[in-house]
């Protein structure tokens, strides 16, 4: 019994007693004179007041007439039918007198809390019996309920979190969905039975990626953060032995992984954007023992180009620290050394848009072993996430047209998604519902630290299945809160010689948590408790989806994620930086390419501009052949071999009229290669205004 009533009852036992002895009275002196007198009355056959007062004051006071008079007159029935009615009006009054007196709500230093669980359908004032996200049995969340429809749950090992909560959600048809499925067993049950209802199915298999759909990261870049993102997970989120390396390398490895997935971006063909080319341009380049090559390909870029600008600060550095940087990025980028995963990362076949336009059932596969890629997914769910909230945002009533339900099992193996925490306070309005689904809560504290609370608060609905972690039974008894009990102190007091010489009794109010940890650890495994915002907790069976109907549709068209054959992906390519794929169609012409060898190797500050009109005014190809019919030996090496004369810096015209000299090499540094060289530019020069003009009169002045 509840303590508030057993108090009221102990401190009301005289009232009790009262109203007991009230109802005697009234049933003496009240129902038996007027069942007598109603009789007298009768049998005048008019109602006579005068008569009715006499007969009524006679029994009143003389209570053994008025026995006689019922006996004699046989209106016993007729009494007991007065009085039973009058004693239902009684209890009646007495009741909600004895509820007033109740001490509702009341907190004067005697409660010390007021939790108890939902009773007498009390949960569905939020919740409903039949529709909505399945919680446990008769337990649903209405899809258009006020406040967010995000779902934390909480289960050990063998809980039953995807045979209550994930494979039953799956077959309610709610919309799109993305789930995490690190055996491949909601693919197994739920995959065909979705197809059959119209459902796209993609799957992204990190187990077996000869099975798996395309994913391509840099397919999905539309904006530097993007860039940011895949740059930051892939160097700093693969944790490496030892842990507290100094983060100088890390930070530099980004960067230049930045600058290569940009240079890719602005250069190269879809098919050669992808991360293995990115370890193949590192690979490249520290096979070739210096930053000649990245500094090359960099070079064509504009100055103030992205890739140009983030390659800068790496390529100023020491031979040594530059090849320690190569090395670095080389060790995180090894896992696109693995064909299988190259050719995944290369080919894209899973549009993001999709899943808020059509229904769509997106199967995340993944190892529950190892942690190799989980770098991968955390670029996939936060590229995915990013993109349904940009077309919510220009879609009409700013929300998807597809509700999406991200079922995401195992949620601590995806890794930290970037502002996950701000992305989940928002999604209801887009239509889009999260439900993240843990072990324990260390998970998400040791992912999020201190964001693991705004990710919980988020969630307006918990649910708990069961756990050993003693921080999650510990939390989850806390929020069950405390009730308030009455405990009875029975003392006996004995004198000297021991004998007892009475007795004594006492009520003590206390607080007791509605269940205790050690309770939450030893719960029955197919109970569940559901916190929900604004209702007490609710104690109920999880809805095991194979003791329902539903186990028989969807065992009929089950299906086994290691039979789906392989997945055509289309076209991609490793970029090759030595001998670069260029199409038929796209090479350009041999002479405007010895013509910008020319721009390349006389480039100068001072003439570029002047340069560039002379060029655009004149017939190129009649200049060209004159300087290819030009009889000097040395003048035609450097002609046709123009890339490898474009790494000599500009030549320094000097102000004084003294000769151009141009860069030697250490070995050449004899008078006789002195005179060559100087003889060789002053030709070229020569030439050079002969076929274009003068480069600049005010410095021949």
Same mark, same amino acid.
């Given at each position: 019994?509840?303590?508030?009533?057993?108090?009221?009852?102990?401190?009301?036992?005289?009232?009790?007693?009262?109203?007991?002895?009230?109802?005697?009275?009234?049933?003496?002196?009240?129902?038996?004179?007027?069942?007598?007198?109603?009789?007298?009355?009768?049998?005048?056959?008019?109602?006579?007041?005068?008569?009715?007062?006499?007969?009524?004051?006679?029994?009143?006071?003389?209570?053994?007439?008025?026995?006689?008079?019922?006996?004699?007159?046989?209106?016993?029935?007729?009494?007991?039918?007065?009085?039973?009615?009058?004693?239902?009006?009684?209890?009646?009054?007495?009741?909600?007198?004895?509820?007033?007196?109740?001490?509702?709500?009341?907190?004067?230093?005697?409660?010390?809390?007021?939790?108890?669980?939902?009773?007498?359908?009390?949960?569905?004032?939020?919740?409903?019996?039949?529709?909505?996200?399945?919680?446990?049995?008769?337990?649903?969340?209405?899809?258009?309920?006020?406040?967010?429809?995000?779902?934390?749950?909480?289960?050990?090992?063998?809980?039953?979190?995807?045979?209550?909560?994930?494979?039953?959600?799956?077959?309610?048809?709610?919309?799109?969905?993305?789930?995490?499925?690190?055996?491949?067993?909601?693919?197994?049950?739920?995959?065909?039975?979705?197809?059959?209802?119209?459902?796209?199915?993609?799957?992204?298999?990190?187990?077996?990626?000869?099975?798996?759909?395309?994913?391509?990261?840099?397919?999905?870049?539309?904006?530097?953060?993007?860039?940011?993102?895949?740059?930051?997970?892939?160097?700093?989120?693969?944790?490496?032995?030892?842990?507290?390396?100094?983060?100088?390398?890390?930070?530099?490895?980004?960067?230049?992984?930045?600058?290569?997935?940009?240079?890719?971006?602005?250069?190269?063909?879809?098919?050669?954007?992808?991360?293995?080319?990115?370890?193949?341009?590192?690979?490249?380049?520290?096979?070739?023992?210096?930053?000649?090559?990245?500094?090359?390909?960099?070079?064509?870029?504009?100055?103030?180009?992205?890739?140009?600008?983030?390659?800068?600060?790496?390529?100023?550095?020491?031979?040594?620290?530059?090849?320690?940087?190569?090395?670095?990025?080389?060790?995180?980028?090894?896992?696109?050394?693995?064909?299988?995963?190259?050719?995944?990362?290369?080919?894209?076949?899973?549009?993001?848009?999709?899943?808020?336009?059509?229904?769509?059932?997106?199967?995340?596969?993944?190892?529950?072993?190892?942690?190799?890629?989980?770098?991968?997914?955390?670029?996939?769910?936060?590229?995915?996430?990013?993109?349904?909230?940009?077309?919510?945002?220009?879609?009409?009533?700013?929300?998807?047209?597809?509700?999406?339900?991200?079922?995401?099992?195992?949620?601590?193996?995806?890794?930290?998604?970037?502002?996950?925490?701000?992305?989940?306070?928002?999604?209801?309005?887009?239509?889009?519902?999260?439900?993240?689904?843990?072990?324990?809560?260390?998970?998400?504290?040791?992912?999020?630290?201190?964001?693991?609370?705004?990710?919980?608060?988020?969630?307006?609905?918990?649910?708990?299945?069961?756990?050993?972690?003693?921080?999650?039974?510990?939390?989850?008894?806390?929020?069950?809160?405390?009730?308030?009990?009455?405990?009875?102190?029975?003392?006996?007091?004995?004198?000297?010689?021991?004998?007892?010489?009475?007795?004594?009794?006492?009520?003590?109010?206390?607080?007791?948590?509605?269940?205790?940890?050690?309770?939450?650890?030893?719960?029955?495994?197919?109970?569940?408790?559901?916190?929900?915002?604004?209702?007490?907790?609710?104690?109920?069976?999880?809805?095991?989806?194979?003791?329902?109907?539903?186990?028989?549709?969807?065992?009929?068209?089950?299906?086994?994620?290691?039979?789906?054959?392989?997945?055509?992906?289309?076209?991609?390519?490793?970029?090759?930086?030595?001998? #670069?794929?260029?199409? $038929?169609?796209?090479?350009? =012409?041999?002479? @405007?390419?010895?013509? %910008?060898?020319?721009?390349? &190797?006389? *480039?100068?500050?001072?003439?570029?501009?002047?340069?560039?009109?002379?060029?655009?005014?004149?017939?190129?190809?009649?200049?060209?052949?004159?300087?290819?019919?030009?009889?000097?030996?040395?003048?035609?090496?450097?002609?046709?071999?123009?890339?490898?004369?474009?790494?000599?810096?500009?030549?320094?015209?000097?102000?004084?009229?003294?000769?151009?000299?141009? #860069?030697?090499?250490? $070995?050449?540094?004899?008078? =006789?290669?002195? @005179?060559?060289?100087? %003889?060789?530019?002053?030709? &070229?020069? *020569?030439?050079?205004?002969?076929?274009?003009?003068?480069?600049?009169?005010?410095?021949?002045?």
């Amino acid at each position: 019994m509840n303590y508030k009533i057993e108090g009221a009852l102990k401190k009301g036992k005289a009232t009790i007693i009262v109203a007991i002895i009230l109802w005697l009275l009234m049933a003496i002196v009240f129902i038996m004179p007027m069942t007598c007198a109603r009789y007298t009355t009768t049998l005048l056959g008019h109602f006579d007041s005068g008569k009715f007062g006499e007969v009524f004051g006679k029994v009143s006071g003389r209570p053994i007439l008025g026995i006689k008079t019922l006996i004699k007159y046989k209106l016993i029935g007729e009494y007991c039918k007065n009085l039973f009615g009058f004693s239902l009006l009684y209890v009646t009054v007495v009741t909600i007198g004895f509820i007033r007196m109740m001490p509702k709500h009341r907190y004067d230093d005697i409660e010390h809390g007021s939790s108890d669980w939902s009773e007498h359908g009390e949960q569905y004032q939020v919740l409903s019996k039949k529709a909505g996200i399945i919680l446990a049995e008769n337990n649903y969340l209405p899809l258009n309920k006020r406040g967010n429809v995000n779902v934390l749950v909480v289960g050990g090992s063998g809980s039953g979190k995807s045979a209550s909560y994930s494979i039953p959600n799956a077959y309610q048809l709610l919309g799109s969905y993305v789930f995490t499925d690190p055996k491949g067993e909601l693919y197994d049950k739920t995959a065909g039975y979705l197809r059959q209802n119209g459902y796209k199915i993609k799957v992204l298999n990190l187990v077996h990626p000869q099975y798996s759909d395309g994913y391509n990261p840099l397919m999905h870049v539309a904006s530097e953060i993007d860039v940011d993102i895949i740059a930051n997970t892939i160097v700093k989120g693969q944790k490496t032995e030892g842990g507290n390396s100094d983060p100088f390398w890390d930070d530099s490895a980004e960067m230049l992984l930045k600058a290569l997935i940009y240079y890719l971006m602005a250069t190269r063909p879809d098919e050669e954007q992808n991360l293995a080319s990115c370890a193949e341009l590192v690979r490249a380049a520290n096979s070739n023992g210096g930053s000649n090559l990245l500094t090359e390909l960099m070079s064509q870029l504009p100055y103030d180009h992205p890739a140009r600008m983030n390659y800068k600060s790496i390529e100023i550095a020491p031979e040594k620290t530059y090849s320690s940087i190569l090395s670095t990025l080389q060790s995180k980028l090894g896992k696109f050394d693995s064909k299988e995963i190259a050719e995944l990362t290369s080919t894209d076949t899973i549009d993001f848009e999709q899943i808020g336009n059509e229904r769509t059932a997106v199967y995340v596969i993944s190892s529950d072993t190892h942690g190799a890629y989980d770098f991968l997914l955390t670029i996939f769910f936060s590229q995915m996430i990013q993109q349904l909230y940009d077309l919510a945002d220009n879609s009409p009533g700013l929300k998807l047209k597809v509700p999406t339900y991200f079922i995401l099992d195992e949620f601590a193996n995806i890794g930290r998604i970037p502002d996950f925490d701000k992305k989940i306070s928002t999604s209801r309005s887009r239509a889009i519902s999260f439900s993240v689904i843990l072990q324990n809560l260390d998970q998400l504290e040791a992912i999020y630290e201190k964001a693991n609370e705004t990710i919980i608060g988020n969630c307006d609905t918990h649910v708990f299945l069961g756990s050993n972690s003693q921080k999650t039974v510990e939390y989850f008894s806390k929020a069950l809160g405390e009730k308030t009990i009455s405990r009875d102190n029975i003392s006996k007091n004995f004198d000297k010689e021991h004998v007892k010489t009475g007795t004594g009794e006492s009520d003590q109010i206390m607080g007791r948590a509605l269940m205790t940890p050690d309770e939450l650890r030893r719960m029955n495994n197919d109970l569940c408790i559901i916190f929900e915002k604004g209702i007490r907790p609710v104690k109920a069976k999880k809805f095991y989806y194979f003791k329902k109907p539903m186990a028989k549709e969807l065992a009929k068209y089950e299906i086994s994620h290691n039979d789906i054959g392989e997945i055509d992906r289309g076209i991609w390519r490793k970029y090759n930086p030595y001998n #670069p794929y260029v199409p $038929e169609d796209e090479k350009k =012409n041999v002479d @405007d390419l010895k013509i %910008d060898s020319l721009d390349d &190797l006389f *480039a100068d500050d001072d003439i570029t501009s002047d340069k560039k009109d002379s060029t655009q005014d004149t017939n190129l190809g009649t200049k060209l052949e004159q300087l290819e019919n030009f009889d000097t030996d040395n003048n035609k090496t450097i002609m046709d071999n123009p890339i490898d004369q474009s790494n000599v810096p500009s030549i320094p015209i000097d102000k004084d009229d003294d000769a151009p000299m141009l #860069p030697m090499d250490d $070995e050449q540094k004899t008078d =006789n290669s002195k @005179d060559d060289e100087y %003889d060789l530019q002053k030709e &070229l020069e *020569a030439k050079f205004d002969e076929l274009f003009g003068p480069i600049d009169d005010d410095d021949n002045t």
